[in-house]
């Protein structure tokens, strides 16, 4: 007998658990063993619901036939609906909408929907199969491409022992290095428990190229941003860096919860919700500070100067910067004279 479809029955990762072939419409579903499709869900009926074809048009070729003038065709598939039986309490549900007893769901291959506690998807014969997926494989880049980030991490902190210490040693290096490398190693096999509880594998080594380049980016950025402020004379740059240095983090949760949700539609939400996150850390802080101080961004206090090569900014004479200089007494003093007026207003009983 010619297959018309198959209804699945599917685990929590969209898998199809178990599967029957449908032979014939309607089909009946429930837990009774007269059904055509018995599930042994407590929260389904006896008879639950049915399953029936209908066509787009009076003329339209029955469900599953071929067309007389073309030999050997594919067979289209019919447009089904599920009608709820009326001994149902649960009805279906499919989103956010629940079909009570006597209303009609329509489907099409590949719908998904809930009957009871079961999550059950239909698929029709003659339906497009979606494309063969990728395995995830272990290639040697795959493998080099987190050991690179990790030694670019020892790197800029030898670098940081080198500039902030008279002598470099490989004390000084690890004592900057092992604590960062830990952290990163249990945020990495965090994430990898995470990814085995959705996904069966951990992942691990893929969690920690993620945040190992995330880290780095950050590190190198710091000083990229601090450069730039030196050598073009651009303060702002590197306040805004400040305040926004953990960007390149955010970025890593998103690459952390594709690996883990894999799915198109939960990465979407994944996404969005990265995306209000990140905006929302970015405008409020500034802003909130603004609303108390009047200024967007922490006054930045540079703790060294550069080396004289790295500056590109033009110079200026001893008088121009001492005239530039007086003129900035004017607006400092009516601003501290305004905050002085606010903290005095605070202490009023």
Same mark, same amino acid.
């Given at each position: ?59 339209? *070729? ?11 065709? /594919?067979?289209? *598939? ?13 009805? !279906? ?47 040697? %880049? ?46 990495? !096999? ?15 080594w893929r969690h920690t190229g993620i945040m190992s380049w995330a880290v780095l980016v950050m590190l190198a950025l710091n000083y990229v941003m601090a450069g730039l402020s030196f050598s073009w004379s651009l303060p702002w740059l590197n306040m805004a860096?400040?305040? %926004?240095?953990?960007?390149? !983090? ?20 994944? /996404? ?34 550069? *080396? ?22 004017? *607006?400092?003093?009516?601003? !501290? ?13």
């Amino acid at each position: 007998m010619e297959r018309l479809g198959i209804l699945e029955v599917l685990d929590r990762d969209g898998h199809a658990r178990s599967s029957w072939p449908l032979h014939q419409w309607p089909v009946t579903v429930g837990r009774d063993v007269g059904n055509d499709v018995v599930l042994d869900d407590p929260h389904l009926a006896a008879h639950h619901f049915t399953l029936e074809a209908t066509t787009a048009a009076p003329d339209s *070729p029955q469900p599953g036939s071929v067309e007389p003038d073309e030999p050997g065709a /594919t067979p289209t *598939p019919p447009h089904i609906v599920a009608t709820v039986s009326a001994s149902t309490r649960n009805g !279906l549900r499919q989103g956010r909408k629940v079909y009570r007893a006597g209303q009609r769901l329509p489907l099409h291959s590949g719908s998904e929907w809930h009957a009871g506690a079961t999550r059950l998807r239909l698929r029709l014969a003659g339906a497009p199969v979606s494309e063969e997926l990728p395995l995830l494989t272990r290639t040697w %880049w795959s493998l080099l491409n987190p050991a690179l980030a990790l030694l670019g991490i020892v790197l800029l902190h030898a670098l940081h022992v080198y500039l902030q210490y008279d002598e470099i040693s490989t004390r000084l290096v690890l004592e900057e290095t092992m604590p960062n490398l830990i952290t990163l190693g249990v945020w990495a !096999l965090l994430w990898a428990i995470v990814t085995r509880i959705f996904r069966h594998q951990m992942f691990f080594w893929r969690h920690t190229g993620i945040m190992s380049w995330a880290v780095l980016v950050m590190l190198a950025l710091n000083y990229v941003m601090a450069g730039l402020s030196f050598s073009w004379s651009l303060p702002w740059l590197n306040m805004a860096w400040e305040e %926004w240095e953990w960007l390149p !983090l955010a970025v890593a949760v998103w690459a952390h919860l594709r690996i883990v949700l894999y799915t198109r539609t939960r990465v979407r939400v994944a /996404t969005a919700l990265v995306l209000a996150l990140a905006l929302a850390l970015a405008l409020i802080p500034p802003l909130l500070r603004y609303a108390d101080t009047s200024q967007l961004w922490t006054p930045w206090y540079g703790k060294s100067l550069g *080396p004289p090569w790295l500056r590109a900014s033009p110079t200026i004479s001893v008088e121009q910067f001492r005239l530039e200089a007086e003129e900035l007494e004017a *607006p400092l003093r009516r601003k !501290l004279e305004k905050l002085n007026a606010k903290e005095k207003s605070k202490d009023l009983p």
